[in-house]
């Protein structure tokens, strides 16, 4: 848990920098356009689609006409944020992550040797594979989701799994060889799936929501490099300014 801990603290710091800034930015905006354009355009049409189905087909039988609606919007809505949610994650991988690492290895992780592959190919991959994934997790619990509470708890889990099983791989494909990143998934599997937890909580903050992939991925890149590094040398390091 500290090391989760260290790697939030140290995001929160990375954010002191004019450029950070920029790359957490960037997907958000593109996410937020892309759930205005679905809103005036989608949302109706997925609104009428989804109370021609149960429950809000029974709701609508039984005359309550504003519940069955009013449950369609909820779920228009959480349709739209997903996708924008996914957009974002898309990006932030694929675009940021790379700028990301170039940026903090070259400043505080200067000590961490590059010894994986630089693939960009495989990283685009495995967010793209991450990404149908979580698709279709989320089309099958849809289910799950009548039960009271799991509506908040399943998206959470599963927008913890995409951060963990999207951003983990990505942080540390440039640097750790494959026998490192195998110890380092193993022995980091608990710890990184808290940390895309905790980024999935923040994602249901009201407009943070949308900066969260990115963040998520500066937040992996800081655990996985401090992960790399500790395990190559036993070194452990203060939050900021500090070298081995």
Known sequence: MNDVLLALM???????SGRIWGYVLLPALVSLALSIVLA????GGLVEQMLLYPPMSWLIGWGALWL?????????????????????????????????????SENEYR???????????????NSIVASLLFVAAWLLTLPLWLIPGLSLIVPMLLMAWLNRRTFAYDALSMHATEAEW???QRQGKGPMFM????MALFAHVPILGLLVPALAALSFVHYGLEAL??????????IEGERV
């Open 40 to 43: 005036i355009w989608v949302l």
């Open 182 to 184: 195998a110890a380092l």
């Open 68 to 104: 069955a609606y009013l449950l369609a919007y909820l779920g228009g809505w959480m349709a739209i944020f997903a996708a924008a949610y996914l957009t974002a994650s898309l990006l932030a991988a694929i675009l940021v992550m790379p700028l990301l690492l170039k940026y903090l």
């Open 195 to 198: 940390l895309g937890l905790s």
């Open 111 to 125: 000590d961490v040797a590059a010894m994986g592959k630089d693939s960009f190919l495989a990283a685009a991959l």
């Open 10 to 16: 140290r995001t929160l710091s990375s954010l002191r």
């Open 229 to 238: 590094r500790r395990s190559r040398s036993g070194a452990v390091v203060t």
